[in-house]
């Protein structure tokens, strides 16, 4: 029997309607938007601020246009997985609360927590489903609500994160299309320089800890800005190097939109081409698990069959990597 490989049929992104630009935030927190653009790339990001939604209602929105784009009806899913720390609630999982809205009734899933490397890791894991036969139609999810972990009064976070992030379908082949190979790493002892204190069972939310702050993002950014130019960069050049592949064999790297600073480093490290670089992070800044799927939505129109490409991030955790992927349509 000839090998297969789990393809990606198709993608779709949501972000909210609401941008908040640089020049608001300067009303906010003691910044301006030059500071934010010279050192970070962002101009403006998406909030989720309609009534009622949370992390699943921008997930219903990626599933339905990407079931209608793939022609798929919600009961020929068989998995669902998302990538996310900004979940609905922190049990149960938000992947079988889109899966449930959506009517995919022969769905089993799960959420995966890897920050901004989740969809990295789901897309792995839900690749190694189809590649074994045991699922035909899997959905892999990656999207933050990151401004409900934000404090607004923190200028060093509070202008670097968004909502948003995008959906994809995976499904079989015998034709060498889809994931073909992955380096995911991850360092537990980097939990102290990017987490979130409390509301977990090591310090449960209490009176004191809101009053500190501890239901907020806290980021060390300095030493988190180096460990992801050295994490994504290692992980790329391993996983080009395993598959025998060069800078002009690469028709796309897509990276983590954390910081336009990290991005460019890693290009230059890599000697790689900025122009085969796909960005997207002045439009809407850092969407966690969400970045990686939204750069391929955005750019699905300029992609080709066979067009070899490299996604990578890094994020919290550690969590970081790189995978190599062959887009099939
Ligand atoms: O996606 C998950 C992984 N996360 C990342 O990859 C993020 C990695 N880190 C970064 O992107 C950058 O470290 C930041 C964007 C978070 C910060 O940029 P930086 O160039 O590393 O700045 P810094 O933290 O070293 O701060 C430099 C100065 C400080 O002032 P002093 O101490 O030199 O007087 C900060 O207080 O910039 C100040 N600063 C600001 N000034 C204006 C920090 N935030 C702001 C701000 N506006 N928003």
Redesign the pocket.
């Known amino acids: 029997m000839s090998k297969k490989y789990a393809t990606i049929t198709g993608v779709h992104g949501y972000v909210p309607d609401y941008v908040l630009t640089n020049k608001e935030l300067e009303t906010m927190?003691?910044?301006?938007d030059e500071?934010?653009q010279s050192?970070?790339g962002i101009k403006e990001r998406r909030i989720l601020k309609k009534e009622g939604w949370a992390a699943s209602d921008m997930g219903v929105e990626m599933v339905k246009g990407l079931l209608e784009k793939t022609n798929t009806k919600p009961e020929e899913v068989d998995m669902l997985i998302c990538a996310t720390i900004t979940g609905d609630r922190v049990f149960p999982d938000t992947a079988n609360t889109i899966a449930d809205k959506i009517g995919a009734k022969n769905s089993f899933g799960f959420d995966i927590n890897a920050?901004?490397s989740g969809f990295l890791y789901a897309l792995s894991t839900g690749a190694k489903f189809v590649e074994s036969g045991s699922n035909k139609k899997v959905i892999v999810v990656g999207l933050d609500v990151m401004s409900s972990i934000i404090d607004y009064k923190d200028?060093?976070t509070c202008?670097?994160f968004g909502d948003g992030g995008g959906a994809v379908m995976l499904e079989p082949t015998e034709e060498k299309t889809g994931v073909q190979d992955a380096v995911l790493k991850a360092d537990g002892s980097g939990r102290e320089f990017?987490n979130m204190a409390a509301g977990g069972s090591l310090k449960p939310h209490t009176p004191e800890t809101l009053a500190a702050g501890e239901q907020y993002v806290y980021?060390e950014?300095?030493p988190?800005?180096k460990a992801?130019v050295k994490g994504m960069s290692g992980a790329i050049k391993d996983v080009m190097e395993r598959n025998d592949l060069t800078n002009d064999d690469i028709a796309w790297l897509v990276p983590?939109q954390?910081?336009i600073r990290?991005i460019t480093s890693v290009a230059s490290m890599l000697d790689f081409p900025m122009e085969k670089v796909m960005m997207n992070i002045q439009k809407y800044g850092?969407t966690?698990a969400g970045t990686l799927p939204l750069c391929l939505w955005d750019y699905e129109s300029q992609l080709k069959k066979g067009d070899k490409i490299i996604l990578a991030a890094?994020?919290?955790g550690f969590t970081w990597g790189a995978t190599y992927l062959v887009w099939g349509y």
Request: hydrophobic share 45%; charged share 15%; net charge positive.
């Open positions: 927190v003691d910044t301006n500071w934010i050192r970070t920050a901004c200028r060093s202008i670097i990017l980021q950014g300095r988190v800005f992801a983590h954390a910081n990290i850092n966690t890094f994020g919290g």
